[in-house]
């Protein structure tokens, strides 16, 4: 089945960094990937990038390149993400979700969905 | 401005059907990339409702369905129920620039 277990909140100043843990259990971690995907308050869900937790490939959204930097440690199946340079519009809850980054050679894209999520982890950013 | 259009709200009285709309284009859904549907109960992550147009996860209720025509899918859910009362939000693969996943902006559900 699978579970994902994220690191908890963090209040932080404009400017920092911030970095989140993803700890997986119940199945084998590197047959998968792991997407993060960020909520701001009463806001909708928003795609930040993933990472293979086969060969540690990753893509990002191009809003968040330079900026995001996603990890992993196959040895405790943890993935982490790395948020740099924080503004206050950074402020939201950031969910990890396991991603089969299963490609479709037909269609040139992926097709899998993300399931199970993490619990999320609320990241504050203000002076 | 979500790359997936969905309404802001929908509501329905107890033991209605309600649908919810998720409009797209040809570089998503209408290039035939699947569309996934999730649930967000309030205060909670996400849960995977539909995979694949209309696939249901075990123990999802067979009161949701999915449905996907053209550059537009749907969310059916029959029999409303006060515990349905959630956030949805629709995802597909969107293949442009360098291709990246993208979400609807979600649809509050209300039951009346």
């Known amino acids: 089945q699978g579970q994902l277990v994220q690191s908890g909140g963090e209040v932080t100043k404009p400017g920092a960094s911030v970095k989140v843990s993803c700890k997986a259990s119940?199945?084998?971690?590197?047959?998968?990937?792991i997407s993060w995907v960020r909520q701001a308050p009463g806001q909708g869900l928003e795609w930040m990038g993933w990472i293979s937790g086969y060969n540690g490939k990753t893509n990002s959204a191009q809003k968040f390149q330079g900026r995001v930097i996603m990890t992993t440690d196959t040895s405790t199946s943890t993935a982490y993400m790395e948020l740099r340079s924080l503004r206050s519009d950074d402020t939201a809850v950031y969910y990890c979700a396991r991603d089969l980054l299963e490609w479709d050679v037909v269609l040139n894209g992926y097709t899998n969905w993300f399931d199970p999520w993490g619990q999320g982890t609320l990241v504050t950013v203000s002076a | 401005q979500s790359v997936l259009a969905q309404p802001p709200s929908v509501s329905g009285a107890p033991g209605q059907r309600v649908t919810i709309s998720c409009t797209g284009s040809?570089?998503?859904?209408?290039?035939?990339?699947?569309v996934h549907w999730y649930q967000q109960l309030p205060g909670t992550a996400p849960k995977l409702l539909i995979s694949?147009?209309?696939n249901r996860p075990s123990g999802v209720p067979d009161r949701f369905s999915g449905s996907r025509s053209g550059t537009s899918a749907s969310l059916a859910i029959t029999g409303l129920q006060a515990e349905d009362e959630a956030d949805y939000y629709c995802q597909s693969w969107d293949r442009s620039l360098n291709g990246f996943w993208v979400f609807g902006g979600g649809t509050k559900l209300t039951v009346l």
């Open positions: 694949g147009n209309n």
């Open positions: 040809s570089s998503n859904i209408g290039a035939g990339f699947p």
């Open positions: 119940g199945y084998i971690f590197t047959h998968y990937g």
